[in-house]
């Protein structure tokens, strides 16, 4: 399985930007997907999450209202859309083959993060 991210790059607070994550050499539809992220000295965290069917999503606190995860079955992409960013979102953030749906939330597989930052 390979995931490639996309979308990341420099905004302002404010803003909002859509990360996208290509999925390849697995079966999409049959696993629950997730986003996650890393800041400077800091452990990568939780950000999102999508079930297999598209139906259930869960978010961490800190981006609840703000952030949107979505999936596209046709493209075999997952989507994280983020409004309103503030420069606490400033990351590295990573897409995920979650292992299975709910907290812990791990992931399997994981692509090469890309890098967000929001200027204040």
């Known amino acids: 399985v390979q995931l490639q991210a996309s979308g990341g790059g420099l905004v302002q607070a404010g803003d909002s930007l859509r990360l996208s994550c290509a999925v390849s050499?697995?079966?999409?539809?049959?696993?629950?997907m997730g986003w996650f992220r890393q800041a400077p000295g800091k452990e990568r965290e939780f950000v999102a999450a999508i079930s297999v069917s598209g139906l259930r999503t869960d978010y961490a606190d800190s981006v609840k209202g703000r952030f949107t995860i979505s999936r596209d079955y046709a493209k075999n992409t997952v989507y994280l859309q983020m409004n309103s960013l503030k420069p606490e979102d400033t990351a590295n953030y990573y897409c995920?083959?979650?292992?299975?749906?709910?907290?812990?939330?791990?992931?399997?597989?994981w692509g090469q993060g890309t890098l967000v930052t929001v200027s204040s």
């Open positions: 995920a083959r979650v292992a299975r749906y709910g907290p812990p939330w791990r992931g399997d597989y």
């Open positions: 050499g697995g079966t999409f539809n049959s696993y629950p």
